[in-house]
């Protein structure tokens, strides 16, 4: 409530113009320190944060930013979101939420990032970088990352809304390279936090080393069509990739094969993919969106088929439904979009093991590059240079690399055979198992 008798001044000096107003602030911390060669590298406290109006009148939405959170920024404020809405051209309606509906009470967890020194902190990337040391011989540098993120923001307007939101964060990660003769690798492992007592050294330097290592001493493999189980982590790249696909923006405006395809099939009938703002396991969870709108738990993908798209009040309007609380507003300078809050493939009953196992032959992808310039958002079409693993009677037998995987993205979807259980909080806000597909054309030597 710090900042709610300047938003009541803001908004006493709007209504001589707006016939609504809406103001948006958000104060936000980031720590970041990294370690290189056993020693530290790099120590950073950052603070960021600014205010955003936006002003409605006609159906068109003025709109002004400031870095400076303050009663002196009233006036400028309002000035710049007045000059702006004078030369709006576009045919859209804009809305405002009045604060109605029902909004799920978040419970307070408690944190224990403050709880621990910046030298605690030094000493466990220290700590990790020695135990990465003392389980690889071949190691050739080794960089150790640990980040907190803070943030809180505020949205009200002159219709009656007014929300507040805290959140709390936390990543550690290390990257190795590994040198065995000429060849070098390299591989991460990471782990999200809600609290710092959540760490487990053991598991992320595990990760780390398997990664790096795993892949030395890898060649190509014949071109042909394979069976491939696309490793969580590297899914989730494809998955990002499709969510704007669920837009209802990109499907107004013809981005979106998607189109006209509500209540079909587009997916294997395994797949319930949903957008989950209370998801468990996530990190950060929110009872609005970037408009204030509440959110709810919804399948983009239930049983295989289309269940909805993604809408903010504007969408919502243009196609005379309700919004599904999907507006995104990455920052108090950006404007309003689209996106989820988490997406989440639901998992199936069988571990990565396992899938290997049943599949028997074939190649276990790790890694896909190039998804912004080699996957079509719109067409779906992708042809991907990746690495992995060749499968022979359920085992790993070698590294591959220099290899390409081709195909289309909603083909896949349609392609999936089975999913497995090995969900993981993947970059992104994006959950997901590990995915088999079959028959999956791949070029090589």
């Known amino acids: ?175 190795l390279l590994v040198k065995e003769g000429e060849e070098m690798n390299g591989g991460v492992g990471y782990q999200k936090l809600k609290n710092f007592s959540e760490i487990c050294l053991e598991q992320v330097v595990t990760e780390a080393v398997r990664r790096a290592t795993g892949a030395l001493g890898a060649n190509s493999i014949s071109s042909g069509e394979y069976n491939i189980i696309f490793e969580n982590l590297c899914f989730s790249g494809l998955l990002g990739v499709l969510e704007s696909s669920f837009s209802a923006d990109m499907v107004q405006k013809g981005f979106s094969l998607l189109q006209g395809k509500l209540g079909e099939k587009i997916a294997a009938e395994s797949v319930n993919l949903s957008d989950d703002p209370f998801l468990p396991i996530a990190i950060g969870q929110s009872s609005f969106d970037g408009e204030g709108y509440p959110t709810k738990q919804k399948y983009l993908i239930e049983n295989g088929k289309l269940n909805t798209y993604m809408h903010n009040l504007k969408t919502a309007h243009k196609d005379g439904v309700s919004s599904t609380g999907n507006a995104d507003r990455s920052s108090y300078k950006g404007g309003i979009g689209i996106g989820a809050s988490h997406l989440y493939l639901e998992k199936g009953k069988c571990s990565l093991e396992e899938m290997l196992q049943k599949m028997g032959e074939g190649l276990l992808i790790t890694d896909l590059q190039g998804l912004h310039s080699g996957l079509d958002p719109i067409s779906g079409d992708f042809s991907l240079p990746a690495n992995g693993y060749i499968l022979h009677e359920g085992k790993l037998i070698s590294p591959v690399n220099q290899i390409t995987v081709a195909g289309n993205l909603f083909s896949l979807m349609k392609g999936i055979v089975e999913i497995g259980n090995d969900v993981r909080d993947c970059f992104g806000g994006i959950y997901t198992p590990s995915v088999r597909v079959d028959k999956m054309s791949v070029s090589g030597k």
């Open 1 to 175: 409530m710090e900042f709610k008798n300047m938003i009541e001044k803001l908004f006493d000096a709007g209504k001589v113009y707006f016939e609504e107003i809406e103001v948006y602030i958000e104060k936000h911390s980031a720590l970041s320190i990294e370690t290189y060669q056993g020693e530290l590298e790099k120590y950073e406290l950052a603070q960021t944060g600014g205010i955003s109006v936006r002003g409605l009148k006609n159906g068109k939405m003025g709109y002004a930013y400031s870095e400076n959170i303050s009663e002196e920024s009233i006036e400028e404020l309002i000035q710049i979101a007045v000059d702006s809405h004078q030369y709006i051209d576009s045919e859209d309606i804009q809305f405002l939420h009045d604060g109605s509906g029902e909004y799920r009470e978040i419970p307070k967890e408690t944190k224990d990032f403050d709880t621990i020194s910046t030298e605690e902190k030094i000493q466990m990337l220290l700590k990790m970088e020695r135990m990465i040391r003392e389980r690889e011989d071949r190691v050739f540098t080794v960089t150790g990352a640990y980040s907190e993120y803070k943030g809180y923001d505020v949205i009200a307007n002159t219709k009656g809304l007014y929300k507040e939101d805290t959140h709390e964060s936390g990543m550690i990660y290390s990257y």
